[in-house]
């Protein structure tokens, strides 16, 4: 099968899927993440957390595409996986562009993603995800959960809110340089088109009813877990968020003096309702 290969004919139970992960893309789209940043609401020290935070995830995102690259059996595939990791790799530097054009310092970003700095629980969660899925999953499900779900949110989020940066043009350190949008309108183009091709390979290989029903779990994870990401990362940030003081001294007192959990002084037995000492 050559690489200008046409697409094959849609099957019902695509549209399943869309309707399935509708709701969970929808609730990302429209959150307090995404509508922040379309109507300014986000200050900019939020601005800065999540893009700080999110730039391992987009760093290593060209490795895990390779990953599924390695399950590829036809040549159509394997020509848009070849194709697509050069472009993410690229990206990677956009997303710089854009982090340093909004005053996050460079040298933060690459720290953290070269793990001198610990990520974020729910960035980390997602990036783990995307490790096992692309490693352990199958083809089908990998498409989904990445090109499919991740990069087809990335292109709606840019179209989104794009428009939103230039409520923050007059804060200070912020440089609304055409470098600074290249990674939001780069995304705008490629996925929209590159989410149209996974569903063609997901189709292509989701023959069964069992492994469509993989496919729609992870597209759905996928989301589920960029939707924490950013939130959590938006809001860690936040010069709006109560300070770590005020939230221990509203802690239990044993919490307080971090207090160790004394172990339960019982007896354990096996199975059978035995002492473990009388159970050989």
Known sequence: MGANEKAIARTPWIQTLHDYVKPYWDHLLNGPWAEGIAQGKLTLSEMQGWMLQIYPFIHV??????ETLIKVQDDYSRNYYINNIRVEKAHAD????????FGVPREEMI???NGHKPMLRDV???SDWLWFINTKGSLAE???ATSFAIEGMAGDI??????GFQHYKDEPGVDLSAKTYRWMREHAHYDDEHPKIALEIVERYATNEETQLRVMFAAKRSLELLDHALITSYQAYSDRAPRAMETVKNAPERRRAN???AFPDRRFRNERGLPLGLAA
């Open 94 to 101: 956009h997303w710089v562009w854009m982090g340093t054009g």
């Open 259 to 261: 207090a160790a959990i």
């Open 158 to 163: 840019a179209r989104k809110i794009t428009i």
């Open 124 to 126: 980390q969660s997602l």
């Open 61 to 66: 995102f060209p490795k895990y595409l390779a």
């Open 111 to 113: 720290s953290l993603a």
């Open 142 to 144: 990998a498409a989904a």
